[in-house]
Nanobody, 121 residues
């Protein structure tokens, strides 16, 4: 069992940066790949990025590639999402998830409650 709590979401201007954090409870954090997903108003939840259990492999959605960076610290049970050059279309609730290394929502077993990111133009 893993419990996930996201933080760091807020209102930011276009072109700005933001760092989201996801804190995980439990001793099994390092056995899960970690992902970030987002859900904009009236949209389905979509894949943003994922990182392997060791942190050695990452995958990004094309829409965020070269702007977002995912990282993890297994000693601190934390995963971070650094977001740069933010755009209004990045506005969404961002969710942290634990599961298998995949771009699919269904591959993740545990989800946080989400944190709101709003990018103003």
């Amino acid at each position: 069992q893993v419990q996930l709590v996201e933080s760091g979401g807020k209102l930011v201007q276009a072109g700005g940066s933001l760092r989201l954090s996801c804190a995980a409870s439990g001793r099994t954090f390092s056995t899960y790949a970690m992902g970030w997903f987002r859900q904009g108003p009236g949209k389905e939840r979509e894949f943003v990025t994922t990182i392997s259990r060791s942190g050695g492999t990452t995958t990004y959605a094309d829409s965020v590639k070269d702007r977002f960076t995912i990282s993890r610290d297994n000693a601190k049970n934390t995963v971070l999402l650094q977001m740069n050059s933010l755009k209004p279309e990045d506005t969404a609730v961002y969710y942290c998830a634990a599961g298998r290394y995949s771009c699919s929502v269904s591959a993740y077993d545990y989800w946080g409650q989400g944190t709101q990111v709003t990018v103003s133009s």
